[in-house]
């Protein structure tokens, strides 16, 4: 066992109330390919960044009818949770996991089987459409069959206004509320696990840093440096779908520091649990 992987150990064995913090990262043994790692979507191809503006979206039809052909297409429909998400839903079966906060938008935490209460998606959700105009949110496959119908931007049903799938682009601000959990769930919890991701956006990259600001030991996996990395206590740069299980399994083999507190399951928004 590296230095790190021990100190891993160390800290998630006593943690009672782990928050994890997941990216692109945990889902690419799934077969969704991350932005930034050296498959990445944009590592790939540089404009394809260009898509996830919210600007060019709103203002460009022909960037809208090329999103939703992506959506159509999406890797997401056809994905299966890995080793990586089931070792999370062990970990809330075991009443350690405080709160899953994840970037993704895959819903892959949901399908594997990990209450939907404790998992904050920072990024907003594939899995719904909501009207740039109205608000109105609506499932996803209801708007990808106007689209293979031969709608190429199909138009919100009730007021004609831009659909998108419910998702951040960039330029658009996080729903305050769900930022606001997350940074609760962070510094109250006994360990912060990252999982995934770069860590190279912000605010939801920033949450590493609030939860070393109140000294609360975080601990990487990623197979690339990130810019949080002299902020943590472990850094393991090792495949996720090894690293994961085995800490999982070491945080289980320990029934943390507060057992009683911690096998109350608490979820991370509403209950009171959030406002502090
Ligand atoms: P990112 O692409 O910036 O970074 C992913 C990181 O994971 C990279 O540093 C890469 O080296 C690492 N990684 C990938 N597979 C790994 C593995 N098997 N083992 C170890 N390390 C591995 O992703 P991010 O930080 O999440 O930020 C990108 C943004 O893209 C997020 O906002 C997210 O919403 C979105 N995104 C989501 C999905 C998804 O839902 N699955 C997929 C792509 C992008």
Known sequence: M????????????????????????????????????????????????????????????????Q????????????ARPNPAHLALVALERAGRLR??????????????????????ELHGTLHRVVCMACGDRTPMPAALDRVRAGEADPPCRRCGGILKSATISFGQPLEESVLRAAADAVVDADAVLVIGSSLSVHPA???????????????????????YDPRSVAVIREPIGDAVPRLVDAALSRSGRQPATARRRDPCRGGGVTSK
Do not use: M
């Open 67 to 78: 999103a939703w052909q992506g959506r159509l297409r999406h890797s997401a429909w056809t």
């Open 205 to 227: 990259a920033g949450l590493v840093g609030i939860a070393a600001d109140a000294a609360v030991p975080v601990i990487i996996v990623n197979a690339e440096p990130t810019p």
């Open 99 to 120: 709160c899953i906060a994840t970037q993704n938008i895959d819903g892959l935490h949901q399908a594997a089987g990990n209450a939907p209460d404790l998992v904050l």
């Open 2 to 65: 590296t230095d790190a992987a021990g100190t891993a150990s160390a800290v998630l064995e006593t943690a009672a109330r782990i928050t994890v913090l997941t990216g692109a990262g945990i889902s690419t043994d799934s077969g969704i390919p991350d932005f930034r790692g050296p498959g990445g979507v944009w590592t790939k191809n540089p404009r394809a960044e260009r898509l996830s503006t919210i600007e060019a979206y709103l203002g460009d039809p022909d960037v809208r009818r």
